[in-house]
């Protein structure tokens, strides 16, 4: 059974950033495709990023395109997400996901396509 879990949530001013990280156990991390997804007070939960087995592959959704970036460290079982340019709309909760499916952009981005979900960390951005 995977297990994932957020930490580096936190509150920041506009502008400022924030990494996360989303560090996984039992499983081959390496095997499985990873994604960041977020959810604010009232909305739907919400596909941020999503890196590839192998880092050969990332995809973004518009609005975080050239401020956020996703990476991973196979060897250290860790998914990053680093959040540069932060604005009050990227208030939510965190979470990282995983799925042993490949990659695809058609399917990086739908939150049914992952089996596995960590807790979340909460971030908020003040005006």
């Known amino acids: 059974q995977v297990q994932l879990v957020e930490s580096g949530g936190g509150s920041v001013p506009a502008g400022g950033s924030l990494r996360l990280s989303c560090a996984a156990s039992g499983g081959t991390f390496s095997r499985y495709t990873m994604g960041w997804f977020r959810q604010a007070p009232g909305k739907e939960r919400e596909f941020v990023g999503g890196?590839?087995?192998?880092?050969?592959?990332?995809y973004y959704t518009d609005s975080v395109k050239g401020r956020f970036t996703v990476s991973r460290d196979n060897a250290k079982n860790t998914m990053y997400l680093q959040m540069n340019s932060l604005k009050p709309e990227d208030t939510a909760v965190y979470y990282c996901?995983?799925?042993?499916?490949?990659?695809?952009?058609?399917?990086?981005?739908?939150?049914?396509?992952?089996?596995?979900w960590g807790q979340g960390t909460q971030v908020t951005v003040s005006s």
């Open positions: 890196v590839s087995r192998s880092s050969s592959s990332t």
């Open positions: 996901a995983s799925t042993p499916k490949g990659y695809s952009n058609a399917t990086v981005y739908d939150p049914n396509e992952y089996d596995y």
